[in-house]
């Protein structure tokens, strides 16, 4: 089970290759990855901020609880942070399990937990100025299915 916050960009295939190797445990693999998206007003940047000693042990406790809910044999989720392109790769989580179903659930579970509730902070920056983004309603709907 690994967490890592950082603002370094990463490398998907590298990540997942060796995410998955020398596993004969799981049979199933899940795998999401967050792309910074430019909503049409032209995004120049987001701007991710978050505060080390809150973040990283916040994701860690939602990383374990998935890990015992849906009986995970491994996690991996990355998280970056600082000023993003659209275009740039925002974050990613990787589930393995024994059976997709639990991969998958285990996936979207982190995923609407990391989209509503890790804490972080995001201010979109475009040729117009700069806004924080606000949490919007279908993300903690989401988040109230588990």
């Not at 000693?53 to 995970?72: C, D, F, G, H």
């Not at 392109?85 to 990613?92: A, K, L, N, V």
């Not at 579970?109 to 475009?126: C, G, H, I, N, Q």
Request: no cysteine; net charge negative; aromatic share 8%.
């Amino acid at each position: 089970m690994t967490v890592r916050v950082q603002e370094a960009p990463f490398d998907i295939g590298a990540e997942v290759a060796a995410f998955a190797r020398g596993r004969s445990d799981i049979g199933a693999i899940v795998t999401f990855t967050g792309i910074v998206r430019d909503v049409g007003d032209g995004l120049q940047h987001m701007l991710i901020e978050h505060y080390p000693a809150m973040t990283q042990p916040a994701i860690e406790k939602i990383e374990a609880e998935a890990a015992s809910r849906w009986s995970l044999g491994d996690s991996l989720i990355i998280h970056r942070f600082g000023p993003l392109t659209p275009g740039e790769q925002i974050m990613m989580v990787a589930t393995a399990a024994p059976h997709r179903a639990a991969a998958f659930q285990a996936a979207e579970f982190l995923m609407d937990y990391l989209k509503s509730r890790a804490p972080f902070w995001k201010k979109e920056v475009t040729g117009d100025g700069e806004a924080w983004v606000a949490a919007k309603p279908d993300d903690e709907d989401a988040l109230s299915r588990w």
